[in-house]
């Protein structure tokens, strides 16, 4: 007599799979890659004030005072330094802020971003 609960019949006995009979199957998850970063460069010019720099570092960036004096120093020798790496939108928002501040400021400060 058929089972009033299961008109399609008694149930056939799980065959074995790719778990190796144990009934359960490890689902592959999907590899995610890290997103690329992006630097965030400060340029030299000749009107920027050195504590200006040193500030924006600071109040910016997280930099403390002697990262931020060194940093300073090799953007105002070397014409340019990464201040920071962040994803794009991060490495953006940095970068325009700080022009925002700047030239609120008085000051020609550029900062541009690039790839990894």
Do not use: C
Not at 30 to 56: A, C, G, I, S, Y
Not at 60 to 82: W, Y
Request: hydrophobic letters at 30%; aromatic letters at 6%.
């Amino acid at each position: 007599m058929a089972d009033p609960k299961n008109p399609n019949g008694p149930k056939e006995p799980s065959k074995p799979g790719k778990d190796g009979g144990t009934g359960t199957e490890t689902l592959e998850r999907p590899v995610t890659k890290k997103p690329q970063l992006w630097r965030v460069v400060m340029h030299n010019d000749d009107f920027t004030t050195q504590e200006f720099v040193v500030h924006v570092l600071i109040q910016f960036f997280r930099k403390d005072l002697t990262e931020a004096n060194h940093l300073m120093l090799k953007v105002h020798m070397s014409g340019k330094a990464i201040v920071g790496v962040y994803t794009k939108d991060v490495a953006e928002t940095k970068r325009d802020q700080v022009i925002d501040y700047a030239r609120e400021h008085g000051h020609p400060l550029m900062l541009t971003t690039e790839s990894e």
